[in-house]
């Protein structure tokens, strides 16, 4: 019996205008899976991590968070049924130090955020929980370095571990390795690899050694439709997929 | 002489924000000594204004300095509070308590719906609403003539029961008290886990949004919560002016405001207190000083408040409390100190 998907979209229809980004898409990431989403640039990746996030709106079409159904909600109201995200550009509070900005992932995630008189940064509690959040990527030896200071690979991790925060069932990274340099990438690679059987994740990246190490399933998307779907092994030796994107040299 | 000496110690560490805003708390407290020994009443006279601007300023810091909304239209909540005090006394109403509490309410609401209206835009439009809402406001009063229109009403000093405000020093020290109490409360609330959330949205709203929060619901308490600091400071004002009238709401008040932010330090909890008190000494010595050496010119003495605010601006980076903040300050004291 196959389990319940944790994502399901179905029929994701997007427009902009003349340019169709998202063309009758339909879509499922299975629990604890590393689903790789790849596709050459403009074939409306962002765009559709942007409508699962609940930034761009579907023109039609549903979303399904473990047969909840998101399309109409929020984005803050989709992060709290259990969406968790890195983006393609850094995505931290730079004016803060990183257990800062742990402890203010870790007072959101306990919903505390609307409290008014104990000091947040000196609460024994939430260091502690900031700390278990940081800990996950290994950057608890650099937590009172402030943010704007962190090498951009730390950086990267500091934000996956915010995206962790709160313990998602749907992890939505989009590029994690993007400017990254070679070492920077291999430790993203291993935390992430770390992550497989604990969250769903849904995840763009460009660099092919790294999604084909990661992916247990693989989405290949050009011009807004899927054009295949499969394990690593079954889209490596898809001829379709080769001389739409993989290229044909190997 | 300790004392001085403690001081200049904490001085070389650099001057926290928070020891600042406290020093400057309890010189408030003991400067009518001063006077009273010194023979100088009138300064009270100019102490009691200053403290009245800082918290009105301490108001509009939450939401300017913490939460990066730049609201040009501040000076609303100050004229509400006023009149909230002139049309109770209409109305035979005269009970201070009542007063305040009446205005907070009132500039809780109206910020409230101002907030809420305003905060769906951001930069440039919000700073244009938030003064369109002023301005609305201000020309509702220049047209309500049963309370004096354009000319303004004259007020009684309010009624504490036993505390009598003609009383000398009584005004003085519930202006104080009022300071103390905004301070305690601005201090809980900036470093509480509602104050660094709003300081995470003026940092980076989207990264607050992915943790499942909504900024809007931060912004909008955090605008409620500094119209009813306004509010108070506006109802202190009118017992203080014993008048109020349109002007008190006129919009360069609200430039005001944000001038002695930026000259105290925005995003400071001693910046705007600190700010009231250069602004408005420079305010009362720089036309004197100008009228020295040129006396066509005494009126304009913001030809030369001008230029002080820009270095300030440059070189301060933080304004005044970033300048005693321990960069310079510190640099300048272990030099003296390595000499003896």
């Known amino acids: 019996m196959m389990a319940n998907p944790v994502l399901d979209l179905r029929d994701l229809n997007k427009s902009f205008g003349a340019l169709t980004a998202t063309n009758n898409l339909s879509l499922t990431v299975m629990p604890g899976e590393i689903h790789a989403l790849i596709g050459p640039n403009g074939a409306g990746k962002t765009t559709l991590i942007q409508q699962i996030y609940g930034a761009l709106k579907p023109d039609s079409g549903q979303i399904f968070l473990n047969g909840r159904d998101l399309t109409g909600l929020s984005v803050p109201e989709r992060i709290r049924a259990g969406i968790g995200r890195s983006f393609q550009i850094s995505n931290v509070l730079m004016d803060f130090t990183v257990l800062e900005n742990g402890i203010i992932a870790e007072q959101a995630r306990l919903g505390q955020s609307f409290r008014f008189l104990r000091p947040a940064f000196s609460d024994a509690n939430l260091i502690e929980g900031a700390s278990a959040i940081l800990d996950r990527v290994g950057l608890l030896d650099r937590a009172h370095l402030p943010v704007g200071g962190l090498a951009h690979g730390d950086r990267r991790m500091l934000e996956l571990a915010l995206a962790l925060a709160a313990s998602p069932s749907l992890l939505l990274l989009d590029e994690p390795m993007a400017g990254a340099g070679p070492d920077e990438g291999q430790r993203m690679t291993e935390i992430i690899e770390a992550l497989r059987g604990t969250v769903a994740i849904l995840l763009i990246e460009h660099d092919m050694d790294a999604v084909f190490r990661l992916a247990d399933r693989l989405t290949v998307l050009v011009e807004g439709s899927v054009i295949a779907a499969g394990t690593v092994a079954e889209i490596s030796q898809n001829k379709v997929v080769k001389s739409a994107y993989l290229g044909d040299e190997d | ?340």
């Open chain 2, 1 to 340: 002489m300790t004392g001085l000496f403690h001081f200049a110690n904490l001085v070389r560490a650099g001057i926290r924000d928070n020891q600042l805003l406290w020093m400057l708390v309890a010189g408030f407290a003991l400067f009518p000594l001063f006077t009273h020994f010194a023979d100088l009443p009138f300064w009270n006279d100019v102490a009691m204004r200053i403290m009245l601007l800082g918290v009105a300023a301490m108001g509009l810091n939450l939401v300017l300095g913490y939460g990066g909304m730049v609201s040009f239209g501040h000076a609303a909540f100050i004229g509400i509070g006023a009149y909230c005090v002139g049309i109770s006394q209409f109305f035979g109403l005269s009970n201070g308590l009542f007063h305040i509490l009446l205005s907070i309410g009132v500039c809780g609401a109206l910020g409230l719906v101002i907030g809420y209206l305003a905060l769906r835009t951001t930069g440039i439009y919000f700073i244009m609403i938030t003064l369109a809402f002023a301005q609305m406001l201000f020309f509702l009063f220049v047209s309500l003539e049963q309370f004096g229109g354009d000319d303004g009403m004259s007020i009684d000093r309010a009624d504490f029961l036993i505390i009598d405000l003609y009383e000398p020093l009584r005004l003085y020290f519930l202006i104080w008290v009022a300071l103390a109490l905004v301070a305690l409360l601005l201090m809980f609330i900036v470093r509480s886990r509602f104050g660094v959330t709003l300081r995470a949205i003026k940092s980076n709203e989207s990264r607050i949004e992915a943790m499942g929060l909504v900024p809007l619901h931060f912004k909008i308490t955090s605008y409620v919560i500094s119209a009813m600091i306004c509010g108070l400071a506006g109802t202190l004002f009118a017992s203080w002016q014993e008048y109020v009238s349109p002007d008190i709401m006129h919009w360069t008040r609200s430039g005001e405001l944000m001038i002695i932010i930026i000259l105290g330090g925005i995003g400071t909890l001693a910046g705007p207190l600190l700010g009231a008190i250069v602004f408005l000494l420079l305010e009362e010595f720089l036309p004197v000083a100008l009228g020295a050496v040129a006396p066509a010119y005494a009126e304009n003495w913001m030809i030369l408040f001008g230029p002080l605010l820009i270095m300030v601006v440059l070189f301060g980076r933080g304004g005044l409390v970033g300048l005693l903040d321990k960069a310079i300050f510190s640099r300048i004291f272990r030099r003296r100190m390595a000499v003896k």
